[in-house]
């Protein structure tokens, strides 16, 4: 870990970063020259290097592998791409070649799932966690999703009253998520579903309605930190309060 102001520094000022380099006065990324996109496309254009996504998602998985053995954890990891980071299908393709499974944010997130099933990228083992707040049209898509055969699908509830929907639907057993809400510094004026569900309502929302529903099965807590992560002492402390 780089702690020091100077390693701040060095890397949000510093230039190139590591992917970049400049020969002979010129601008190259992974090898490439710049001039030469330039000269062919012109200016301003955009260049998404392929070959990094995948190089991203081992390094991550990578990081995870490492910590498991160190501290003997009995448990894996699975490294789920958010859709909404890019809906381009050509990035989205080189994710699923990766091996990676996916998570959603929107209504929209499914149409695109759905998409690629029908051209044959994925198929219905895939993992898909449905994060994010959810208006009728996105919880609909979820079920649909569902009942169309994709059994790994964690519907992420962040708000009590999602549950309500998901019992009316379907009759296959679904997965579910929570998604708690950390007590962090108040950044607005009201509370809204969008930052999860709150501490005290998790195990009465949890002993009420998914218990003793044979439909519903509780496959993950979800936690997050609305308002970033400003170092480790305060996500650790956010952390151990929702655990407890």
Same mark, same amino acid.
């Given at each position: 870990?780089?702690?020091?102001? =100077? $390693? #701040? +520094? ?8 590591? *992917?970049?380099?400049? %020969? ?85 997130? =499914? $149409? #695109? +799932? ?8 994925? *198929?219905?083992?895939? %993992? ?117």
């Amino acid at each position: 870990m780089t702690t020091r102001y =100077i $390693d #701040l +520094i060095h890397q949000t000022f510093d230039f190139p970063a590591h *992917d970049f380099e400049v %020969k002979n006065g010129e601008l190259y990324q992974h090898g490439i020259r710049m001039m030469d996109l330039v000269e062919e496309f012109g200016t301003p254009f955009r260049a998404a290097y392929l070959p990094q996504i995948a190089h991203q998602i081992n390094k991550a998985r990578d990081i995870f592998n490492k910590a498991i053995q160190q501290y003997e954890y009995d448990g894996q990891y699975v490294y789920c791409y958010c859709t909404k980071s890019s809906h381009f299908s050509f990035v989205m393709k080189e994710v699923l070649k990766a091996g990676a499974q996916l998570e959603t944010s929107s209504a929209y997130d =499914i $149409d #695109l +799932i759905k998409n690629l099933h029908a051209k044959g990228y994925l *198929d219905e083992s895939l %993992k898909i966690v449905c994060n994010g707040f959810k208006p009728k049209g996105y919880l609909q898509n979820i079920s649909d999703l569902h009942d169309a055969g994709f059994t790994n699908v964690i519907a992420v509830l962040d708000d009590v009253k999602e549950i309500d929907f998901y019992t009316h639907q379907g009759q296959s057993p679904l997965q579910l998520g929570i998604r708690i809400a950390a007590e962090e510094e108040p950044n607005f004026e009201f509370y809204t579903s969008r930052l999860g569900i709150r501490y005290q309502d998790i195990i009465k929302l949890y002993e009420q309605k998914i218990k003793n529903n044979k439909r519903f099965e509780l496959k993950m807590l979800h936690f997050f930190i609305n308002t970033g992560i400003k170092d480790s002492a305060y996500y650790w402390s956010e952390l151990h309060k929702a655990l407890r």
